[in-house]
């Protein structure tokens, strides 16, 4: 499966993006997806994940509560929501895809080629 993410930009501490991830092939509702971000200097961090068929997510306790990670299979696209801003958001955001939902880089396969989101004090 290939992915490409996109949606990534500059904006204001406390402002809102939204990221999408959207994939080739017909088999997109069969791995569960996720979004990692990696700053400069920093290994990638996982963010929020979700299983195949959108019914379960899981997130980092940094966003909790601020970002909603969903899913429409019949757009082969992930989304990531990212309300409430700030600074340390700042990094490259990547979406990846996996036969189960994880934590770890280490269990993704197939990774897109990242987007950048900048948040300015």
């Known amino acids: 499966v290939q992915l490409q993410a996109s949606g990534g930009g500059l904006v204001q501490a406390g402002g809102s993006l939204r990221l999408s991830c959207t994939a080739s092939?017909?088999?997109?509702?069969?791995?569960?997806m996720a979004w990692f971000h990696q700053a400069p200097g920093k290994e990638r961090e996982f963010v929020a994940a979700i299983s195949g068929s959108g019914g379960n997510t899981y997130y980092a306790d940094s966003v909790k509560g601020r970002f909603t990670i969903s899913r429409d299979n019949a757009k082969n696209t992930m989304y990531l929501q990212m309300n409430s801003l700030k600074p340390e958001d700042t990094a490259v955001y990547y979406c990846?895809?996996?036969?189960?939902?994880?934590?770890?880089?280490?269990?993704?396969?197939?990774w897109g080629q990242g987007t950048q989101v900048t948040v300015s004090s």
């Open positions: 092939g017909r088999t997109f509702n069969y791995y569960a």
């Open positions: 990846a895809a996996a036969w189960t939902m994880a934590t770890s880089h280490n269990e993704y396969r197939y």
